[in-house]
């Protein structure tokens, strides 16, 4: 499992401090297609918003945090990997505090989770996801989050594996059936599997919200 530590303070330049300031607005909106519903249990964050590439996109990245003004006539560039990381290396130091008096509580290892997820750093977020489904194994959005860690990291079949898992226990879930349809189209080449995950989210789900895209997906995905 990845070690994580508490990084050591440093001197940052003017243009660094700008845009670690802006990190905590920044966080979230990394998410690509791939949707992340464990928010409830996160801190404050904007992760509820899907960010969509164009129709003929290359296959799902991460779309990198959006430049936000610093009101001081220049526009900081997006944190790095490094600094996002010791951001969250940061912000995770009071919750790893309370973490150690209570090692199996599955709500602070989760808002560890989406801290690390939402910047980036997807080995860490896994490795937190994967012990708070240790203590509550039946919590789907956890375990669709865990795989959607997974797929970012490259790992298609444990982002598939997972998503299964959460259907089991959750059939309906749309996140879930969303991000198995892209995981299976773009991953694993498997249209047909992709518009059988998206056609049942939308049978099961008549509201949902991004109906229209979905609806563009599969006819995407019929046409290749």
Partial sequence: MTELKTSTSKSWSPKQAITLALFSLLLGVCGGWLIRKSFA??????????????????PVQPVPSQPVSAGLGSVPAAPTPQELKLAADNQAAPLLAQLHGDKNNAALLTRLGNLYYDAEQYPAAIEYYERSLKS?????????????????????????TQFDKALAIAPNKADTLFNLGVVKWQGKKDAQGAIAAWQKLLDTNPGYANKEKVLQLIAQAQSR
Avoid at 41 to 58: G, I, L, W
Avoid at 142 to 157: E, F, H, S
């Fill in 136 to 160: 509550q194994p039946s919590d789907p959005s956890v375990r669709t989050d865990l795989g959607t860690a997974y797929w970012y990291k490259g790992d298609p079949d444990a982002a598939i």
């Fill in 41 to 58: 249990a996160a801190v404050p964050q904007t992760a509820q918003v899907v960010s969509t590439p164009e129709a003929n996109a290359a």
